[in-house]
């Protein structure tokens, strides 16, 4: 999953909120380094990962791009299950999506200093972009996927996935609204297992 629905999964605990965004920036066993509420977060972000990555509805929808994308797929699949979390927001949350990201942004903003580097460096653009609401259109995520291409020197050319998110909306759609439930009920365990959480 993508930013949206990690930060969503958190549910209202801002520290878990924060952990479980910049989980993608803390390597190895640098989470120790971080306060308990926020290591929560980065552990719960692994294992949300390791669920989407093991789970044979998201693996449909990586075969489907697979032959064009290869490995980067799976990394495109968890773009376009965000852009469906965001253009059906008012199912998962009473709070409108537009308000929910810049609270957000501002929870980062008032965090700063804790963050690691490379968050702090892409959070100017991921606020002035407003990344997180531009998920709801495919517009949206057609420029996101462009700026991931750009970072790998297109050898992918991701940008290029919307005309698939196009052609099989329905198929997409329908695989992210069955696996996300599945994850939904997972992550509650999850949390539920954890006094800190």
């Not at 380094?33 to 719960?44: A, F, K, Q, S, T």
């Amino acid at each position: 999953m993508n930013f949206l629905a990690h930060i969503y999964l958190s549910g209202d605990n801002e520290e878990l909120k924060i952990g479980n965004f910049i989980a993608d920036s803390v390597k190895g066993k640098q989470y120790l380094e971080y306060p308990p509420g926020i290591i929560d977060g980065i552990v719960l972000h692994r294992a949300i990962d390791t669920f989407t990555d093991t789970h044979h509805i998201v693996s449909k929808s990586v075969e489907r791009l697979f032959e064009r994308y290869g490995h980067y797929s799976r990394v495109i699949v968890d773009i376009l299950y965000d852009h469906f979390l965001a253009a059906n927001w008012k199912d998962y949350s009473d709070i409108p999506l537009k308000i929910y990201t810049e609270d957000f942004y501002k929870l980062l903003q008032d965090n700063f200093k804790i963050l690691p580097k490379p968050v702090q460096n892409f959070l100017p653009y991921m606020v002035a972009d407003n990344w997180l609401y531009n998920y709801r259109k495919i517009e949206g995520i057609e420029k996101i996927l462009f700026q991931m291409n750009r970072r790998i020197k297109y050898r992918a050319k991701m940008h290029l996935a919307v005309e698939e998110l196009r052609e099989f909306y329905e198929e997409f759609e329908d695989e992210f609204t069955r696996f996300f439930e599945e994850l939904r009920a997972y992550v509650k365990v999850e949390i539920n297992s954890k006094k800190n959480y």
